[in-house]
């Protein structure tokens, strides 16, 4: 069974920092573009960066220059290093193969606050 576990969530200040981390099942992990996705209160759940299988990136527009996307296939390991948080990242974020097909994890929360 496919399987996706992050972590790393938190309560920041706003210009705080965060890395997050995501297991995944091999199976997935070694094929597959990965991204990550987040949920805020209210609202749908939106993409927030792609990274292939080759390393390549791609960053939704309010968060270019701040996340920092990558992956480390030895270890089926996604991260992302979030900087310079602001208020409106706070969210549940998630990750996934891209587009997302397989079952979500429970998520980490991710809340910026003074």
């Known amino acids: 069974q496919v399987q996706l576990v992050e972590s790393g969530g938190g309560l920041v200040q706003p210009g705080g920092s965060l890395r997050l981390s995501c297991a995944a099942s091999?199976?997935?992990?070694?094929?597959?573009?990965m991204g990550w996705y987040r949920q805020a209160p209210g609202k749908q759940r939106e993409w927030v960066a792609k990274i292939t299988t080759g390393g390549r990136s791609v960053y939704r527009d309010s968060v270019k220059g701040r996340f920092t996307i990558s992956r480390d296939n030895a270890k089926n390991t996604l991260y992302l290093q979030v900087d310079r948080l602001k208020p409106e990242d706070t969210a549940v974020y998630y990750c996934n193969v891209v587009p997302a097909t397989i079952s979500w994890g429970q998520g980490t929360q991710v809340t910026v606050s003074s």
């Open positions: 091999g199976s997935i992990f070694s094929n597959d573009a």
